[in-house]
C-alpha cells in the first residue's frame, strides 16, 4: 500500500537577516577571532612579534598584545566635567568604567573623528589602570621582526613634548612604506601629565 499522495510536506520559512544584523554578526566573528589570535600571540614568546597594530587619527601604533585588554565599539561616552580636553570620558567596557583617552589630541595632534570603524582599546588588567584608548582603526597582529627598525628610543618630532615621550619606544617602517610607532601602554601610565586629568 502507499502512502498517502496528498500528505503535506513541511518547509521551514525562509529567514530573513537585515544588513545591519549581518554586519554586527560579522564584526562579532571577527572581534572573537582577533581575541583567539591575541591570546595565542600572548602565549608566544617572542615580544616584538606579538604586537597590535592600531591607527589612531592618521599614525599607526603598535601595541604590545600582554599590555592590551579588550577591545570595543566606540558607543557612548559619559562627559566628565572640568577635565582636559584628551579625557573623552567614561565607557562601559564589559560592566567596567572605564576612562577614554584620545591619545592623538594627548600628544597634541589632531583630534581623533569618531565614527564607525572607531574603537576603545582598553588597557589590559595586569597594568592596573582602567583606561583606554580611542583608535581609529584596529589593525590586526602585526610583526616588528618584519619591519626595518628607523628610531630606537623614537620622539615623534623635535618639540619639547614630543622628546619627553618615554612611552614610544621605537619606530619602524614597514614593507608598504608604512611608519609605525611602538607605544608602551605601561609606560604612558606612569607619565605624570597623564595621570593629571583635572583642569
Known amino acids: ?19 545591519s544584523v549581518s554586519r554586527r554578526a560579522r564584526l562579532r566573528d571577527f572581534q572573537a577571532q582577533l581575541m583567539e589570535r591575541m591570546q595565542a600571540a600572548k602565549a608566544g614568546t617572542q615580544v616584538r612579534a ?4 592600531v591607527q589612531i587619527g592618521k599614525a599607526r601604533y603598535l601595541v604590545d598584545l600582554r599590555e592590551a585588554g579588550e577591545i570595543v565599539s566606540a558607543g557612548n561616552l559619559t ?9 573623552l ?15 592623538s589630541l594627548f600628544a597634541r595632534g589632531e583630534p581623533t573623528f569618531v565614527d564607525s570603524s572607531c574603537r576603545i582599546l582598553a588597557f589590559s588588567n595586569s597594568l592596573s589602570f582602567n583606561s583606554g584608548l ?19 628610543q ?3 618630532s623635535t618639540d619639547d613634548h614630543a622628546q619627553n615621550k618615554t612611552w614610544i619606544l621605537n619606530r619602524f617602517l614597514d614593507a608598504d612604506g608604512h611608519i609605525w610607532s611602538q607605544l608602551s601602554l605601561s609606560l604612558l601610565v606612569q607619565d605624570q601629565e597623564f595621570l593629571h586629568i583635572g583642569l
Open 50 to 53: 606579538n604586537q597590535l597594530g
Open 89 to 103: 570620558g567614561l565607557s562601559n567596557v564589559r560592566g567596567s568604567l572605564t576612562s577614554v583617552i584620545d591619545y
Open 1 to 19: 500500500m502507499t502512502e498517502n499522495s496528498s500528505e503535506k510536506i513541511a518547509v521551514e520559512p525562509e529567514v530573513v537577516v537585515s544588513p
Open 79 to 87: 562627559k566628565v566635567p572640568l577635565t582636559k580636553s584628551w579625557y
Open 154 to 156: 623614537a620622539s615623534e
Open 134 to 152: 580611542l583608535v581609529s582603526k584596529v589593525l590586526g597582529l602585526r610583526n616588528a621582526d618584519e619591519m626595518d627598525l628607523i628610531d630606537e
